[in-house]
């Protein structure tokens, strides 16, 4: 009742929510009620969660903020969001994203943005800033996201959050309406780094519905997080300082901040070392071929047949479809279609997407090499502070670039989270540390995450 009310007094301002769920007292009074008949529950059976539009959800409309999927209503749950209702959590609503997930602003939603708590001038991050601006304005207490290229963690970087993107295969695809297939990862956004675990361990895991989904048994990620608020050395942590992500072209107070935490790393007997990632200057680039070449197919099956809207016209399939995906899709949408198209066409396809997927495996050599050297590497989480609404809007590249940091970690697979480490002094706004592992290691992420608190 305390978040709906939240809800209901701050988000006409915030615009976080896409849609509030009718049912979420009566299934929290399920809960209460099975805890009462003496049931066992989990640590965060009760506790309501924001729910990122691009999962499914059963009775919820899920819209992955675009009007081509206006009024769909998903006829199963994504795996991330069946594994939390089990544990007894309670969907609070579904959360505002750019459309389709491409953008690191929400500006793209087709549902108008979200603004960011800390000043409303400002955008929330992206693309998933409905979930980050809701547990920043404490209108939930936990929220699902996804990440492709950063969209768990650059909106929790400029909102003062948690934000967690786990090892590809990691937490389930299924049910989470594809952007990039090789890239998408869901994952938690909180205000502590232990809620992240939790959540973490609550939507983890094989399942076999999902593909790439790895069967590893994972060990448990709020264990990690306690262990790592208790322990009072970093001791015989290496801790890398990735050179082509502490670049002198960052906010000011963005970079003070970072080296500041990294000091406190030192005080608590980490040692840093610089390493280096020469390739990672090419990441942004090889990403913006293979993510609008997975999209444009993904996107394929808005056909006006299968889901969602289908426009008023008569004629041929091929007028239909061709009139919906006009006016069903928004213009950065479109965009990627074409340039995915184009990138996997005849005769351009081993100049661009072979070539970008060369790129790919050369920055996963990149940070195995790198992890020969350090534990964890660390850098800003986003090159900037929250910036004003309209400032990268209508220069697709300026928008592209912020997303320099926290691409890489999608490209190899490996998992990343983004942790506040206070305000920039130039305009008080959040700033981001994050934290990357190797592959399966998310564990070290909480552990050290944990520490920084
Ligand atoms: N900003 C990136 C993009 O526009 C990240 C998207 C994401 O992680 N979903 O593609």
Not at 227 to 253: H, I, M, T, W, Y
Not at 343 to 361: E, W
Not at 377 to 399: Q, R, Y
Request: proline fraction near 6%; charged fraction near 20%.
């Amino acid at each position: 009742q305390a978040h709906l009310d939240r809800i209901a007094a701050v988000d006409g301002d915030v615009h976080a929510y896409l849609h509030v769920s009718g049912s979420a007292l009566e299934e929290a009074a399920a809960i209460d009620a099975r805890r009462a008949s003496g049931e066992k529950l989990g640590e965060l059976a009760g506790v309501p969660v924001a729910i990122k539009d691009v999962l499914c959800t059963v009775g919820m409309p899920s819209t992955a903020g675009s009007k081509i999927l206006e009024g769909w209503i998903p006829p199963y749950d994504a795996t991330p969001v069946a594994r939390m209702k089990a544990a007894g959590l309670v969907a609070l609503g579904k959360t505002n994203m750019d459309e389709f997930a491409m953008g690191s602003s929400t500006e793209h939603s087709a549902y108008g943005p979200t603004r960011n708590p800390w000043d409303f001038g400002r955008i929330p991050g992206g693309s998933g800033g409905g979930s980050a601006a809701a547990v920043a304005a404490f209108e939930a207490p936990l929220a699902l996201g996804s990440d492709t290229g950063g969209s768990i963690r650059q909106p929790a970087a400029v909102t003062g959050s948690v934000g967690v993107k786990p090892t590809y295969g990691g937490v389930s695809r299924y049910g989470a309406i594809a952007l990039a297939s090789s890239l998408d990862q869901v994952g938690p956004v909180s205000r502590s780094v232990l809620d992240a675990a939790l959540l973490h361990d609550v939507i983890g895991g094989h399942d076999p519905r999902d593909s790439t989904s790895l069967t590893d048994q994972w060990p448990s990620f709020a264990e990690a997080a306690r262990a790592g608020a208790r322990a009072d050395s970093l001791k015989g942590l290496r801790v890398g300082v990735v050179k082509e992500l502490d670049s002198p072209g960052f906010q000011a107070g963005v970079s003070q901040r970072f080296h500041e935490a990294l000091e406190l790393l030192t005080a608590n007997g980490a040692e840093i070392v610089e390493v280096s990632a020469p390739h990672f200057e090419y990441a942004v680039a090889a990403y913006y071929v293979i993510l609008p070449a997975e999209a444009s197919s993904n996107l394929a099956k808005f056909d006006s047949v299968r889901f969602g809207m289908r426009a008023a016209v008569q004629g041929t399939v091929e007028d239909v479809m061709a009139a919906t995906r006009e006016a069903g899709f928004g213009p950065e949408v479109k965009r990627r279609i074409i340039l995915g198209t184009y990138a996997l066409s005849a005769g351009y396809y081993d100049a661009y997407y072979g070539s970008a997927q060369k790129v790919r495996t050369l920055i996963q050599r990149d940070f195995s090499a790198a992890f020969e050297q350090a534990d964890v590497l660390v850098s800003p989480s986003a090159p900037t502070t929250a910036f004003e609404f309209g400032a990268k809007l209508a220069d697709p590249l300026a928008m592209y670039l912020n997303d320099v940091t926290t691409i890489p970690a999608n490209l190899a697979g490996v998992p990343g989270m983004s942790l506040p480490i206070g305000l920039a002094p130039e305009d008080g706004l959040p700033v981001g540390f994050q934290i990357m592992a190797p592959a399966r290691e998310d564990a070290r992420l909480y552990g050290v995450g944990a520490t920084l608190e």
